[in-house]
């Protein structure tokens, strides 16, 4: 859900996880996605403050054995210093080049407008402003809250709450650079007024003009609800959550009935009602948490409207209950989401309830009439990828607004009406339609033959595809789907000529509560042979190769990029992580971390389940590093990142970095082994050259043969030194050879390169000394050769 607007779907972007901000809302509390642009513009420096990168040794970087966590961050910021300085101008360009995008595609889009009654508020420059409904562009606009009372240095917005008598405005405060957050209290009067301050605060509603409900958040977990009371001064507790898998928020009612008290973990939902006419009264069960039940409440006519995932088919059914009577044994079906099919979020409204659902990479509606218990289903345009609803619509509306978009489509606005049953767009500024860029659709079979979608963005009417770079994006945990959402950006990476690929692997949640599940806990393998057979498929099609693909993923999807990373290097050229998720095993053993407890209904619990140790262990990227030629590898953090601790990033970046220095050192190795092996086979040569030499009448052939016979001479005594080589020797010959040469063995391809003193046109097989053919020489002697004219040049 949206901030701004009131939520239903909490569970379907999970509660609290490793991979994302722990709020269900995004940063736009008041703030468009579109808006957000700049936001992301102006952070987009600060997450390149303080990058970690694992470069092919490049700086001086001090073993992390003997380094504490402070030291590794300053080794790895020196080492970035380091690396990146070469890259200034290029790095300048493109912030040029990314803030032009920025500016194009949000100047013309305005901040949101959020309606409580006959008022509008929206934000401005880090303000909330208030007008009258209908006056906003007159200029009458009020200011409730100003930046110089916030109280953190670079604070966000995140929502808001009115009163119900407007005399009240509640707003959520989040640092940007840390998980700090408090709930700021103002009275709306002739000049607006903190009231208080309330640290640490998660979400909160109001259930009177003077009564605040509000859950307080530490450890990135909520457990306890509060009320506040501002006529008397006070607070005091009124439900406490004991149970570490769980986290509490709250919500009211669209017809402001009841506030809802929601204690949700990944797989189970307890709701308690709070009468907002007698909010003192202790809080209503609704039904007690049941292992595999999800379930959100909404209120109309007396009735209990009840989202759930109890019962068959698996996925979501809207079911029905009296309030007085709301038990399971009581819930009645009323409308059931289509099997394969994502349901993305429901709004109610005071007749109509709208569905917004998903289903083979396409949106649609479901419009459901609680008058006529019927359905009616409604396409949206086939470029939509992701959808934003206008924040906190009217409960009476008979017509509601939301935005489409693509990741290289800015949102476009529409507008639905319920009365009419008609969609029609509804811009109000004009948004570029991207016409220039073609989407393809794509389905890849991973290795139980299961179809996984895959939808590709490139450059219209573009030629030898096979030659362009191509991005893919990963996600695949927590049942979320993969971000789709506009960004600036991708359009610049199409002009120049990127394709871009987002993998909708398992684990994630586009095709359902199903895709989830078979993803997750002891089905991880399959979300990484996922992505596997799309990126196979994706080189099959000819949409690029492996030199010039790059990978990239946030978060959770660190682990299936991680574990692709190490499996299948040779997909990839490069890859990307922000803030990833690496060590699965090391957390998950960690119970004294924050969300330990919660994680373990998505990745298990290797505390008391050894082969569940045992099956992280298999996939999880830090645990198997291994000595081997690794692509290039970017990755971004944060200092103060609670989710994803930036120590353990650190212990993951040293461990890769020591493991490709071993493997380069065994390469080396091997290499110098394979050379002596060569030279071992030129004594074998000698004695055939030996016997052919006495045995061949032609002069011209003797000539040649005394020739060869020189060469083959020079190796034999060559190679009893050789063998005796020290390994930085070895080093160093072995670094004279181009890593392009690849292996050196008997069965390698390897053209032509001539050789002094030696006719070109002339080869001597050595499997047959009395034949002499004149098409190439034979690999493994040319390549002794080479060796010994390289060692003698040097």
């Known amino acids: 859900m949206f901030l701004g607007s009131i939520y239903f779907l909490r569970l379907l972007k999970g509660s609290t996880s490793h991979c994302k901000n722990h709020s269900k809302y995004s940063v736009s509390a008041v703030l468009r996605s579109c808006s957000q642009t700049k936001l992301q513009a102006f952070f987009f420096a600060k997450y390149l403050r303080n990058p970690s990168v694992v470069p092919h040794s490049h700086g001086a970087i001090r073993s992390w054995r003997f380094l504490s966590c402070k030291d590794l961050l300053e080794s790895e910021q020196e080492n970035w210093r380091a690396c990146s300085a070469k890259y200034m101008a290029m ?217 759930t995932t109890y019962g068959d088919p698996v996925g979501y059914k809207l079911m029905k209950a009296p309030v007085d009577s709301c038990g399971l044994e009581n819930w009645l079906s009323i409308y059931t989401v289509k099997e394969n099919t994502k349901l993305i979020d429901l709004e109610v409204f005071k007749d109509y309830c709208v569905a917004f659902l998903k289903f083979c990479g396409h949106l649609y509606l479901d419009i459901f009439s609680f008058v006529s218990n019927s359905v009616r289903n409604v396409k949206l345009p086939a470029w939509a990828c992701s959808f934003e609803l206008d924040p906190h619509p009217e409960y009476t509306a008979s017509t509601f607004y939301f935005w489409l978009l693509s990741p290289v489509q800015p949102p476009v606005r529409f507008a639905y009406s319920l009365m009419k049953n008609s969609l029609i767009e509804h811009t109000e500024q004009e948004v570029p339609v991207t016409m220039n860029c073609h989407t393809v659709r794509l389905e890849a079979k991973s290795k139980d033959e299961t179809c996984v979608p895959i939808t590709v963005f490139h450059k219209a009417n573009s030629k030898e595809l096979r030659r362009m770079p191509l991005l893919v994006h990963v996600y695949g945990a927590y049942g979320i789907d993969l971000n789709m959402s506009f960004k600036a950006e991708n359009l610049m990476l199409i002009k120049d000529g990127w394709i871009l690929a987002y993998c909708h692997v398992r684990g994630g949640g586009e095709l359902g509560l199903r895709w989830h599940k078979d993803g997750s806990t002891t089905k991880k393998h399959n979300g990484i042979q996922d992505l596997q057979a799309c990126i196979k498929l994706l080189h099959e099609l000819g949409y690029s190769q492996p030199a010039l693909t790059a990978l990239m993923s946030v978060s959770a999807g660190g682990v299936l990029a991680g574990a692709l990373y190490n499996n299948d290097p040779h997909l990839i050229r490069a890859m990307v992580l922000q803030a990833p998720f690496l060590d699965v095993l090391n ?108 045995c061949c009448p032609d002069p011209t052939v003797t000539c040649i043969c005394t020739n060869i016979f020189v060469q083959a001479e020079f190796l034999q005594s060559l190679s009893k030194s050789y063998a005796n080589t020290t390994l930085n020797k070895s080093s160093a010959v072995a670094s004279t050879f181009s890593s392009r040469d690849g292996d050196v063995g008997l069965d390698s391809v390897f053209s032509f390169l001539p050789y002094p003193s030696i006719p070109n046109r002339l080869l001597l097989p050595l499997e047959d000394p009395v034949r002499v053919r004149s098409d190439s020489f034979p690999v493994p002697f040319l390549r002794l050769l080479l060796l010994a004219h390289t060692l003698q040049s040097n």
């Not at 002739?190 to 979400?203: A, G, M, Q, R």
């Open 587 to 694: 957390t998950m053993l960690d119970p004294h971390l924050p969300l330990t407890v919660e994680e373990q209904e998505e990745w298990g619990n290797p505390l008391v389940d050894e082969t569940c140790r045992e099956y992280i262990q298999s996939y999880c990227p830090y645990q198997n590093i291994r000595p081997q030629n690794y692509p290039s590898v970017f990755i971004t953090a944060s200092e103060n990142d609670q989710r994803i601790p930036l120590a353990g990033l650190l212990r993951y970046i040293c461990k890769l970095r020591k493991a490709v220095q071993a493997f380069h050192a065994q390469d080396n190795c091997t290499k110098v082994k394979g050379k002596i092996r060569n030279l071992w086979l030129a004594e074998t040569l000698y004695e055939k050259l030996l016997q052919w030499k006495d």
């Open 91 to 307: 790095t300048k360009r493109i912030k040029q080049r990314l803030e032009a995008h920025y500016d194009k595609y949000s100047s013309s889009l305005s901040s949101p407008v959020i309606r409580f009654g006959e008022y509008v508020y929206f934000e401005e420059n880090g303000c909330i402003f208030r007008s009258k409904l209908g006056e906003i562009d007159e200029g009458n606009n009020e200011i409730l809250l100003g930046t110089e009372a916030l109280p953190f240095h670079n604070s966000l917005i995140q929502r808001i709450r009115i009163c119900p008598d407007h005399r009240c405005m509640a707003a959520a405060i989040k640092s940007a650079h840390s998980e700090e957050s408090a709930c700021i209290v103002v009275k709306l009067n002739t000049l607006p007024k903190v009231e208080c301050i309330i640290p640490n605060v998660f979400s909160f509603e109001w259930a009177t003009h003077e009564i605040l409900f509000y859950t307080t958040q530490k450890n990135l977990q909520c457990h306890h609800v509060y009320l506040c009371d501002f006529n008397k001064k006070h607070s005091e507790l009124v439900y406490t959550e004991h149970d570490a898998r769980y986290f509490v928020d709250l919500y009211r009612t669209k017809d402001k009935r009841f506030l809802t008290i929601n204690s949700n973990s990944k797989n189970a939902s307890e709701v308690w009602l709070v009468d907002c006419h007698q909010p003192f009264k202790s809080p209503v069960l609704v039904q007690q948490r049941t292992e595999g039940v999800i379930y959100h409440v909404e209120h109309r006519n007396n009735e209990l409207y009840i989202l």
